[in-house]
């Protein structure tokens, strides 16, 4: 069975911090993904990922970076983390034109 | 830009009761059509898909879809819900087109009552 781990369930941080998402999966997919989930507004694209050292930006990429340095793993930047950051951080992989499977869910917030 | 539209934001419905929720996209090529589940304080779960072949697919737990490629519609059905299927189902889309991710819709929030 696929699994796409998220390295916090929950993370607490400041305003103006460098924060770090982690996100391996174990299924050699080629493809991860960043996603915000609020409610009312579903899931939207942060960045997503074709490989390695490939990235390509999403529907909202202001105010984040990521990293693709080895096939599995996907990281996502905060670079100076702000209050309407706060949300659930949704990570996903999956083989080119498959489904996507998703981590649990990374819950932040920042105060 | 394409989207992704679900017309109802949260559903209540009382166990065996029948259920079909709305999905359209505005994408005029060819297209992959999915739904997902998200059950509560879990993560996301493919329900079904559409790549090609007959528009109507049956995915998990009873659910089916039907694609209307004329009406650019994917609704999900199933005929008799349970008290088990209340969730939050998302509608989503992936342009069959190098470099594009899946699209989402906002989710429609399903409540059932038993």
């Known amino acids: 069975d696929v699994k796409v781990t998220q390295s916090s369930r929950y993370l607490v941080k400041r305003t103006g911090e460098k924060v770090f998402l982690e996100c391996v999966q174990d299924?050699?997919?080629?493809?991860m993904f960043w996603y915000r989930q609020d409610p009312g507004l579903g899931l939207r694209l942060i960045y997503f990922s074709y490989d390695v050292k490939m990235k390509e930006k999403g529907d909202i990429p202001e105010g984040y970076s990521v990293s693709r340095e080895k096939k599995e793993r996907f990281s996502l930047i905060l670079e100076s983390a702000s209050t309407n950051q706060t949300s659930m951080y949704l990570c996903?992989?999956?083989?080119?034109?498959?489904?996507?499977?998703f981590g649990d869910g990374t819950r932040l917030s920042i105060l | 830009a394409q989207s992704v539209s679900q017309h109802n934001h949260h559903v209540i419905l009382s166990e065996a009761a029948s259920l079909e929720l709305g999905c359209n996209y505005s994408?005029?090529?060819?297209?992959?059509l999915f739904w997902y589940v998200q059950y509560p304080g879990q993560h996301l779960q493919l329900l079904l898909k559409?790549?090609?072949?007959?528009?109507l697919v049956k995915g998990i737990k009873g659910f089916e879809a039907e694609f209307i490629k004329s009406k650019f519609s994917f609704n999900l059905r199933k005929p008799s819900v349970q008290w088990s299927d209340t969730a939050e189902y998302f509608c989503?889309?992936?342009?069959?087109?190098?470099?594009?991710?899946?699209?989402f819709g906002k989710g429609t929030t399903l409540s059932v009552s038993s």
């Open positions: 559409y790549f090609s072949g007959d528009p």
């Open positions: 996903a992989s999956s083989f080119i034109e498959e489904p996507q499977h």
């Open positions: 989503a889309v992936k342009p069959n087109q190098a470099g594009t991710a899946l699209i």
């Open positions: 299924m050699d997919h080629e493809n």
């Open positions: 994408y005029g090529g060819t297209v992959n």
